[in-house]
């Protein structure tokens, strides 16, 4: 008899209760958006701005957003025929009209400027775009989200706690957010799969037995071949997969996270216990017995916003394991911390020490012009122990030139493709800190990074 695997209804209410904005909630959300919607136009009618349309988009305006969340998206929105020149510098006048009552504004860079405000207690981010006939016809890239908007709006209707659900099960699984820090599923790839679905448990019973390439196309419209792990194609671009974000190891984990709910459900898959930051006690007891070497490469952040740092420090963490293989260091696994002032590359290694001596193979004694160049190289050169045949071939024994994986890094890492802003910053300065002296770094998020690690 097949085991039952139906969500029980008191836990979907019981996590509703906690995520579900109350009726308080959503008057005032509606109440500063309408705000935000007269101070653009006042703002739009002062600089005598004309023809522009005012438009709120994302899980806000569509009912799926989750209590505690304060953001706000306004589109400001320009005939199509508007320069993209006269776009950015008028939809930025307008936004930072609207800022002057604003508690807090920093202006931020997607494809174009836009202008993020704390207005009211809210995170607000006011984005010019043009007003595109369809989404195939873009301008920009955030011309399309008003298209996304209307069709999650006109397809979720009875269906906005089931996202909700979704949203809040994937953050207790680590896999929510597209941004690059995460590579998880957006919010709009989280609708998108309730509406395919039809439900959150539908969603969650057909992922247990997804595989990398699934794709799904909920128009029946797709123009374009992707090779992501998912392939959600945008009903509103058949060109676009909106999973592209996505990366395997999210999505693996994803599936994990599915499976596990389904054998035992609870809320602990929604709200997971909060991990305390590692004690130093409790590291040395692990360092004593993984009988590993653990090394830490600490230098200072780089001031740039996340989604140009993370890719950075993705690929320096990659450069790094690359450059330790490439002299015979095993790399067990590697992890990436970032925060203010400092950032942490963690690499763990079989051993950060190895021999001196180092074994040099060459071609068959038979293939003599080659043999002959290759003994000659090293018979009598410095730092050689000696050499001998083996299975056909000259071996020569040689000093190895970094015995050790710290000195390595110290003289051969800024040489390494790190990207632009962290090679900046590992230039001015960086130590490699080993072993025992890890708990020198005292980041109490950084404490609670390393307790995942070991």
């Not at 709009?188 to 039809?198: D, M, S």
């Not at 996270?257 to 809320?267: A, N, T």
């Not at 045949?389 to 710290?406: D, L, N, S």
């Amino acid at each position: 008899m097949e085991k039952d695997t139906s969500i029980p209804e008191d836990l979907k209410l019981a996590v509703l209760e906690k995520i579900k904005p109350t009726e308080t909630e959503r008057k005032k959300l509606t109440a500063v958006q309408e705000e935000l919607a007269t101070e653009v136009k006042a703002a739009a009618e002062k600089l005598c701005v004309a023809d522009i349309f005012v438009k709120m988009v994302g899980s806000a305006a569509r009912g799926t957003w989750l209590s505690g969340t304060h953001d706000i998206d306004v589109f400001i929105s320009f005939p199509e025929e508007t320069s993209r020149g006269e776009l950015e510098s008028r939809g930025m006048e307008i936004a930072r009209e609207v800022a002057k009552k604003a508690e807090h504004a920093e202006d931020r860079h997607a494809e174009h400027p836009y202008l993020n405000i704390v207005f009211k207690g809210f995170d607000v981010d006011l984005v010019p775009c043009f007003r595109v006939a369809s989404a195939c016809q873009l301008k920009s890239a955030v011309d399309r989200t008003p298209f996304h908007n209307e069709f999650v709006k006109t397809h979720i209707k009875g269906r906005e706690d089931d996202v909700l659900l979704m949203k809040q099960f994937m953050r207790g699984g680590g896999v929510y957010g597209s941004e690059l820090k995460t590579q998880g599923f957006s919010g709009y790839l989280t609708e998108l799969l309730i509406i395919h679905y039809g439900s959150f448990e539908n969603t969650v019973k057909a992922a247990c037995f997804w595989k990398p390439g699934k794709k799904i196309d909920i128009m029946q419209h797709s123009e374009t071949e992707h090779d992501e792990p998912l392939v959600m194609v945008d009903p509103t671009d058949p060109k676009r997969n909106v999973a592209a974000a996505l990366s395997l190891d999210k999505f693996c984990m994803f599936m994990d996270h599915c499976r596990e709910f389904l054998k035992s459900p609870g809320l602990k898959f929604f709200f997971p216990p909060s991990l305390a930051p590692l004690e130093d006690r409790e590291f040395l007891e692990k360092l004593e017995s993984r009988k590993s070497s653990q090394l830490a490469i600490v230098f200072q952040t780089p001031d740039v916003v996340d989604d140009v740092l993370y890719p950075q420090l993705y690929k320096m963490e990659q450069a790094a394991a690359a450059l330790l293989h490439e002299y015979d260091f095993s790399v067990i696994k590697t992890g990436v911390w970032s925060g203010k002032p400092e950032t942490v590359i963690m690499i763990e290694l079989i051993s950060g020490t190895l021999p001196n001596v180092k074994k040099r193979i060459g071609p068959p004694v038979w293939v003599r012009e080659h043999a002959e160049k290759f003994k000659a190289k090293y018979e009598g050169a410095e730092n050689v122990f000696g050499g001998y045949i083996e299975g056909g071939k000259y071996v020569f024994e040689i000093q190895r030139k970094y015995p050790t994986a710290k000195e390595l890094l110290e003289e051969q890492l800024v040489n390494c493709s790190l990207g632009k802003h962290v090679h900046q910053s590992v230039s001015k300065g960086f130590e490699i800190v080993e072993d025992a002296d890890v708990c020198m770094l005292r980041d109490l998020d950084f404490r609670v990074f390393l307790r995942k690690w070991v």
